[in-house]
């Protein structure tokens, strides 16, 4: 059984920060010339322009294919495994909160186009 988590529309909202590829964060103390201790601010760039949209995701209840357990996508857990020590991992996703069985549904999300901000429907 497959379960779509859909987009709230009533979520959906235009980005205020959108585009943006810099933002300013807390940096080291230093004197503030007068006697005391101010924060600078370090501008940190990112690859990825901000996107135009925001969304939440409505609420999907998916139940569990091992053990039969009903409960939000949003319990559903994630780890990590390593292949080898000190090698590479991979993530085990949709792990059943109740019983511990990975891959215990199927979950497909809906999208949205970022450029219009309609949601790309899942058939
Ligand atoms: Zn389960």
């Known amino acids: 059984m497959k379960y779509i988590v859909r987009i709230d529309r009533s979520s959906i909202k235009k ?4 585009g943006r ?5 807390p940096g080291c103390w230093m004197p503030d010339g007068k006697g005391g201790m101010t924060r600078g601010v ?12 925001l969304a939440k ?3 999907c209840e998916v139940t569990c294919a091992f053990c039969s357990s009903k409960f939000s996508h949003k319990d559903l857990e994630e780890d990590r ?11 085990i996703d949709n792990i059943c909160p ?4 990975r891959d215990c549904c199927e979950i ?6 970022q ?6 429907e899942v058939k």
Do not use: H, L, R
């Not at 497909?108 to 186009?113: H, N, T, V």
């Not at 450029?115 to 790309?120: D, L, M």
């Open 57 to 59: 995701n409505a609420y």
């Open 15 to 18: 980005n205020p920060d959108a």
């Open 21 to 25: 590829t810099m933002f300013p964060m």
């Open 98 to 101: 109740k019983c511990g069985q």
């Open 108 to 113: 497909e999300y809906e999208k949205f186009d």
């Open 42 to 53: 370090n501008m940190v760039y990112q690859m990825q322009p901000d996107p135009n949209y």
């Open 81 to 91: 495994e390593y292949i080898y020590p000190d090698e590479d991992y991979y993530y």
């Open 115 to 120: 450029k219009t901000g309609k949601v790309i």
